[in-house]
T-cell receptor, first 116, second 114 residues
Framework: EPEVTQTPSHQVTQMGQEVILRCVPISNHLYFYWYRQILGQKVEFLVSFYNNEISEKSEIFDDQFSVERPDGSNFTLKIRSTKLEDSAMYFC??????????????FGPGTRLTVL | DQQVKQNSPSLSVQEGRISILNCDYTNSMFDYFLWYKKYPAEGPTFLISISSIKDKNEDGRFTVFLNKSAKHLSLHIVPSQPGDSAVYFCAASVSSGSARQLTFGSGTQLTVLP
């Protein structure tokens, strides 16, 4: 069964450093998402991406964040200068985006980001 | 921001009995609802969904009920199995364009006792 994969599973970084979290969405999916879950809190939407551009973004997704689909398979989330409060599980998701249908989003296993 | 609420942080049920997980929402624009199951150290796994044009959707042991007037949905698991023990998240979205961000509830930890 196709699945979303994410690397690395755990990333430890120093405050102020740049990190790139990587995702490989399901191959025929057209819509890509990043969510995060701070320990003990809800899963929160960060950004959605379609047709090589951002479709929606939340207030969390400020200028320190960026997303990219550098090739036909990878989808990345970059945090330019990490803060302590960026420590969280980051989930990538994808959906097939069939027109006229409501689409389930399929999630990857997550990357645990720890900012020291 | 409490647009999607799961008021029960935990629920324990005997194996073979029914599990009922509840979710309330406040945003009347939500028109698509999903349930996800999550094990520790894994991502949310899609279980079942329902659109606002329906009031019930069934898939095997899982049934989701939607009461739009009460802004309430519930997930029924019958019969419950020990492998169902996990955190269950309710999520909702608005049909704006095609990229629909999900708004999640805080989750309910279901424990099915053998």
């Amino acid at each position: 069964e196709p699945e979303v994969t994410q690397t690395p599973s755990h990333q430890v970084t120093q405050m102020g450093q740049e990190v790139i979290l990587r995702c490989v969405p399901i191959s025929n999916h057209l819509y890509f998402y990043w969510y995060r879950q701070i320990l003990g809190q809800k899963v929160e939407f960060l950004v959605s991406f379609y047709n090589n551009e951002i479709s929606e973004k939340s207030e969390i997704f400020d200028d320190q964040f960026s997303v990219e689909r550098p090739d036909g398979s990878n989808f990345t989330l970059k945090i330019r200068s990490t803060k302590l409060e960026d420590s969280a599980m980051y989930f990538c998701a994808s959906s097939d985006g069939l027109a006229g249908f409501y689409n389930e989003q399929f999630f990857g296993p997550g990357t645990r980001l720890t900012v020291l | 921001d409490q647009q999607v609420k799961q008021n029960s942080p935990s629920l324990s049920v005997q194996e073979g009995r029914i599990s009922i997980l509840n979710c309330d929402y406040t945003n009347s624009m939500f028109d698509y609802f999903l349930w996800y199951k999550k094990y520790p150290a894994e991502g949310p796994t899609f279980l079942i969904s329902i659109s606002s044009i329906k009031d019930k959707n069934e898939d095997g042991r899982f049934t989701v009920f939607l009461n739009k007037s009460a802004k309430h949905l519930s997930l029924h698991i019958v019969p419950s199995q020990p492998g169902d023990s996990a955190v269950y998240f309710c999520a909702a979205s608005v049909s704006s364009g095609s990229a629909r961000q999900l708004t999640f509830g805080s989750g309910t930890q279901l424990t099915v006792l053998p």
